[in-house]
């Protein structure tokens, strides 16, 4: 999310005024109305365009489902039908960013524009729409927005390549780039390359596991068996992107090969991941590989030397509560499966990330009120107000 960052670095936390203390009184600050939806600000200040990843993960983590009957509506109804390479549009793609004064997304330096720049929103609108049935049991959306959802689901298979890696690859849209360089929710540069952009295609093991956990609940939702066939043929593609020598996942995998490095998506991908898609040896080495991120505020994102060596601190130095929240929300279904199952060396391994990953809650605990875009050594980082911020101290009270 870099188009319209406000990155107020402060030292002090920046509370909310005392009639503004809960992640409710931050939904009701953000919340605005765009013709018949109900949307969320990403955060305050700074933040006018709208971010689907941003307010689909925030309903999930705050168990809201207004939060996310709108940002269905309107990412139905913006759907992509055709291809555009100047927004990085593909047919069934679900927007990135969309400015409600503008109507489209941002340009940003003669790159091209944002609105479809993201290969994990289609993919979490998808997954939004289980949410939503789960937490209202209604299927009006379901039904509204049938087709857009068989749009969807087209639009992942179409990026699943032949050997069941879900790649990113600007020339979908007839591009030769996309307008930002990363098309996940770390979305300044990438790791490991020089341009901080990959060599397409790519393949992002954290949107890899998105994407199947979208196709999974298209099933689920519609009673389609083809989705689920794809998706474990995914899962069976994993192995792919594991590398033995950081015993974690690759960082990215590109047209010039394996980016390793061991950062904060290799457990995030448990949120999306069913118990059992990773043998359990290998979910214990991601925890153990992991602690080169341990912070006593949660996981950072990337690994110290490869941090400095990429000079991107916004998305490599500080904790992201959100991140870690899911994180946290995604490791309890697998630990409860462990636990279940007997597995003694799994189960430690996940008592340990799941402290490690409640760790902000300590944070919102100390600082009642302030809800920043991300902790470093125990301070608010970025902009001051965070929607996802917000939605994941709900995740963290809910899950207590």
Request: glycine share 8%; charged share 25%; with cysteine.
């Amino acid at each position: 999310m870099v188009a319209e960052q406000a990155r107020s670095y402060s030292d002090t936390p920046e509370q909310l005024p005392p009639q503004l203390q809960s992640p409710e009184d931050v939904f009701k600050l953000l919340q605005i109305q765009y013709s018949r939806y109900p949307l969320f600000k990403a955060g305050h200040p700074g933040y006018s365009a709208i971010f689907v990843r941003d307010i689909v993960k925030s309903g999930r983590a705050a168990r809201n489902p207004m939060m996310l009957a709108g940002i269905i509506a309107l990412g139905g109804d913006l759907q992509a039908k055709n291809k555009d390479p100047i927004r990085g549009a593909y047919p069934g793609a679900i927007f990135h960013e969309y400015n409600p004064e503008r109507g489209d997304g941002i340009d940003i330096n003669g790159r091209g524009n944002t609105m479809f720049n993201a290969c994990d929103t289609t993919a979490e609108w998808t997954i939004g729409h289980e949410d939503y049935t789960r937490l209202t049991g209604d299927y009006s959306f379901v039904r509204r927005y049938r087709s857009e959802l068989d749009a969807a689901s087209r639009y992942i298979s179409d990026h699943v390549n032949s050997n069941g890696l879900f790649i990113e690859d600007p020339e979908f849209s007839g591009a030769k780039h996309f307008a930002l360089k990363v098309t996940t929710w770390r979305d300044s540069v990438l790791p490991g390359r020089g341009t901080g952009e990959a060599t397409y295609p790519v393949v992002y093991p954290l949107a890899h596991a998105q994407n199947i956990a979208a196709l999974r609940s298209f099933s689920r939702l519609t009673g389609a068996e083809w989705p689920r066939k794809l998706a474990q043929r995914m899962v069976e593609a994993l192995p792919d992107l594991y590398s033995p020598r950081t015993r974690s996942f690759f960082i990215a995998k590109d047209a010039d090969g394996p980016i390793e490095g061991v950062n904060s998506d290799n457990l995030h991908m448990l949120a999306y991941l069913e118990p059992g898609d990773l043998p359990p040896d290998i979910v214990e080495s991601l925890v153990s590989a992991s602690e080169i991120l341990e912070t006593d505020w949660g996981y950072r994102p990337l690994e110290p030397e490869l941090a400095k060596k990429t000079n991107d601190p916004y998305h490599t130095d500080p904790v992201w509560p959100h991140e870690q929240s899911a994180t946290h929300t995604g490791i309890k279904a697998h630990l409860d499966w462990a636990i279940k199952e007997k597995l003694k060396g799994l189960i430690g391994a996940l008592e340990h990330a799941f402290e490690v990953t409640g760790r902000p809650n300590n944070y919102y605990d100390k600082n009642p009120g302030s809800y920043p875009e991300t902790i470093l050594n125990g301070m608010p980082w970025g902009n001051k107000i965070q929607l996802w911020s917000a939605a994941a101290r709900k995740e963290y009270s809910l899950s207590a």
